[in-house]
Protein backbone atom coordinates (compact mmCIF):
# COMPACT_ATOMS: atom_id res chain seq x y z
CA UNK A 1 0.00 0.00 0.00
CA UNK A 2 0.89 3.48 -0.39
CA UNK A 3 0.85 5.83 2.80
CA UNK A 4 -1.21 8.75 2.25
CA UNK A 5 -1.97 9.57 5.86
CA UNK A 6 -1.00 8.94 9.71
CA UNK A 7 -2.76 10.07 12.31
CA UNK A 8 -2.50 9.16 16.11
CA UNK A 9 -1.59 5.88 15.08
CA UNK A 10 -3.46 5.04 12.22
CA UNK A 11 -2.44 4.88 8.99
CA UNK A 12 -4.57 5.38 5.77
CA UNK A 13 -3.16 3.61 2.91
CA UNK A 14 -4.47 3.00 -0.82
CA UNK A 15 -3.27 -0.43 -1.90
CA UNK A 16 -2.34 -1.56 -5.47
CA UNK A 17 -6.09 -2.06 -6.59
CA UNK A 18 -6.85 1.54 -5.70
CA UNK A 19 -8.86 0.39 -2.30
CA UNK A 20 -8.60 2.91 0.87
CA UNK A 21 -7.69 0.59 3.75
CA UNK A 22 -7.09 1.61 7.35
CA UNK A 23 -4.16 0.30 9.38
CA UNK A 24 -2.04 0.11 12.40
CA UNK A 25 1.80 -0.38 12.14
CA UNK A 26 3.71 -3.63 13.91
CA UNK A 27 4.97 -2.41 17.24
CA UNK A 28 8.26 -4.04 15.95
CA UNK A 29 8.44 -1.15 13.59
CA UNK A 30 8.93 1.05 16.35
CA UNK A 31 7.50 4.78 16.97
CA UNK A 32 7.97 7.02 13.76
CA UNK A 33 8.35 4.47 11.26
CA UNK A 34 5.92 5.11 8.94
CA UNK A 35 5.52 8.21 7.04
CA UNK A 36 3.08 9.79 4.06
CA UNK A 37 4.75 8.64 1.49
CA UNK A 38 5.92 5.30 1.95
CA UNK A 39 5.10 2.41 0.23
CA UNK A 40 4.31 -0.36 2.82
CA UNK A 41 4.06 -4.15 3.56
CA UNK A 42 -0.26 -4.45 4.58
CA UNK A 43 -1.58 -7.88 6.46
CA UNK A 44 -4.70 -8.20 7.61
CA UNK A 45 -8.31 -7.23 6.43
CA UNK A 46 -7.14 -4.58 3.36
CA UNK A 47 -11.18 -5.08 1.84
CA UNK A 48 -11.41 -1.12 3.14
CA UNK A 49 -14.75 -1.85 4.09
CA UNK A 50 -16.18 0.12 7.21
CA UNK A 51 -14.19 -1.04 10.57
CA UNK A 52 -11.84 -3.25 8.31
CA UNK A 53 -7.86 -2.91 9.89
CA UNK A 54 -4.83 -4.40 8.36
CA UNK A 55 -1.35 -4.45 9.69
CA UNK A 56 1.86 -2.84 8.24
CA UNK A 57 4.48 -5.28 8.21
CA UNK A 58 7.24 -3.77 6.69
CA UNK A 59 8.06 -0.21 5.22
CA UNK A 60 10.01 -0.67 1.62
CA UNK A 61 13.06 1.16 0.62
CA UNK A 62 12.48 4.86 0.32
CA UNK A 63 13.85 7.18 -2.61
CA UNK A 64 14.56 10.05 -0.69
CA UNK A 65 12.75 11.82 2.07
CA UNK A 66 12.07 15.22 3.84
CA UNK A 67 13.12 15.89 7.41
CA UNK A 68 12.17 18.61 10.16
CA UNK A 69 13.78 19.63 13.36
CA UNK A 70 12.23 19.45 16.58
CA UNK A 71 14.26 20.79 19.13
CA UNK A 72 16.26 24.76 19.35
CA UNK A 73 19.62 22.99 18.61
CA UNK A 74 18.96 21.01 15.20
CA UNK A 75 20.25 17.97 16.50
CA UNK A 76 16.94 15.80 16.73
CA UNK A 77 14.85 15.44 13.15
CA UNK A 78 11.80 13.35 12.45
CA UNK A 79 11.10 12.09 8.63
CA UNK A 80 7.49 14.01 7.62
CA UNK A 81 7.41 12.60 4.15
CA UNK A 82 8.87 10.26 1.81
CA UNK A 83 9.26 9.37 -1.82
CA UNK A 84 8.85 12.59 -3.13
CA UNK A 85 9.26 13.50 -6.47
CA UNK A 86 8.35 17.62 -6.78
CA UNK A 87 8.65 19.65 -4.15
CA UNK A 88 6.35 22.95 -4.89
CA UNK A 89 8.24 25.70 -3.00
CA UNK A 90 5.05 28.13 -2.56
CA UNK A 91 5.80 32.06 -2.04
CA UNK A 92 3.97 35.06 -2.12
CA UNK A 93 4.98 38.17 -4.74
CA UNK A 94 4.21 40.55 -1.75
CA UNK A 95 2.19 40.90 1.54
CA UNK A 96 4.42 38.93 2.93
CA UNK A 97 7.62 39.64 0.77
CA UNK A 98 9.19 36.66 -0.76
CA UNK A 99 12.32 35.48 1.64
CA UNK A 100 15.45 34.41 -0.12
CA UNK A 101 16.29 31.95 2.71
CA UNK A 102 13.07 30.06 2.24
CA UNK A 103 13.29 29.47 -0.98
CA UNK A 104 17.65 28.91 -0.79
CA UNK A 105 16.66 26.22 2.29
CA UNK A 106 14.00 24.46 -0.13
CA UNK A 107 16.05 24.15 -2.99
CA UNK A 108 19.41 22.71 -1.38
CA UNK A 109 16.99 20.37 0.46
CA UNK A 110 15.47 18.79 -3.16
CA UNK A 111 18.61 18.76 -4.68
CA UNK A 112 20.27 16.85 -2.10
CA UNK A 113 17.24 14.52 -2.23
CA UNK A 114 16.57 14.16 -5.72
CA UNK A 115 13.59 15.94 -5.61
CA UNK A 116 12.18 18.10 -8.78
CA UNK A 117 11.37 21.79 -7.58
CA UNK A 118 8.46 24.46 -8.62
CA UNK A 119 7.97 27.18 -7.45
CA UNK A 120 4.72 28.89 -7.65
CA UNK A 121 4.28 32.65 -7.02
CA UNK A 122 1.38 33.99 -5.91
CA UNK A 123 -0.51 37.63 -5.56
CA UNK A 124 0.55 38.75 -8.71
CA UNK A 125 -1.94 40.70 -9.03
CA UNK A 126 -0.46 42.48 -6.01
CA UNK A 127 3.24 42.61 -7.57
CA UNK A 128 5.54 41.24 -10.69
CA UNK A 129 7.73 39.20 -8.67
CA UNK A 130 10.03 39.25 -11.81
CA UNK A 131 12.90 41.17 -9.57
CA UNK A 132 12.86 38.08 -7.41
CA UNK A 133 12.84 35.49 -9.53
CA UNK A 134 15.81 36.51 -11.43
CA UNK A 135 17.83 35.26 -8.75
CA UNK A 136 16.78 31.61 -9.64
CA UNK A 137 16.29 32.11 -13.63
CA UNK A 138 19.46 29.76 -14.42
CA UNK A 139 18.60 27.13 -12.17
CA UNK A 140 15.22 26.51 -15.04
CA UNK A 141 13.12 25.39 -12.45
CA UNK A 142 9.68 25.62 -13.55
CA UNK A 143 7.59 28.95 -12.05
CA UNK A 144 3.92 29.87 -12.06
CA UNK A 145 2.83 33.33 -11.23
CA UNK A 146 -0.86 33.30 -9.98
CA UNK A 147 -3.50 35.14 -8.84
CA UNK A 148 -7.33 34.45 -7.89
CA UNK A 149 -8.17 34.39 -12.00
CA UNK A 150 -5.37 32.66 -12.82
CA UNK A 151 -5.77 29.46 -15.09
CA UNK A 152 -4.03 26.51 -13.34
CA UNK A 153 -4.75 24.14 -16.16
CA UNK A 154 -0.59 24.08 -17.19
CA UNK A 155 -0.28 23.68 -13.01
CA UNK A 156 -2.23 20.86 -12.72
CA UNK A 157 -0.57 19.07 -15.33
CA UNK A 158 2.85 19.54 -14.31
CA UNK A 159 1.32 18.09 -10.88
CA UNK A 160 -0.34 14.91 -12.09
CA UNK A 161 0.25 11.52 -11.82
CA UNK A 162 3.36 12.30 -9.16
CA UNK A 163 4.01 12.75 -5.72
CA UNK A 164 4.30 16.36 -4.67
CA UNK A 165 4.73 17.99 -1.44
CA UNK A 166 4.08 21.87 -0.88
CA UNK A 167 6.42 23.99 1.33
CA UNK A 168 5.83 27.76 2.29
CA UNK A 169 4.80 29.92 4.99
Known amino acids: GFVIQVDRGRTSCVT ?43 VYERKNSLTRTVDDAGALERM ?9 IVIAAANPEPKVGLVDRALVVAYDQGIKPIIIMTKKDLAS ?18 DKSS ?18 H
Open 80 to 88: IVANVDQMV
Open 16 to 58: EAGVLVSAMKARELGKNSVVVGDQVALVGDTSGSEGSLSRIVS
Open 151 to 168: DLSTLQNELAGKITVLLG
Open 129 to 146: GDDFLQIYKDLDIPVFKT
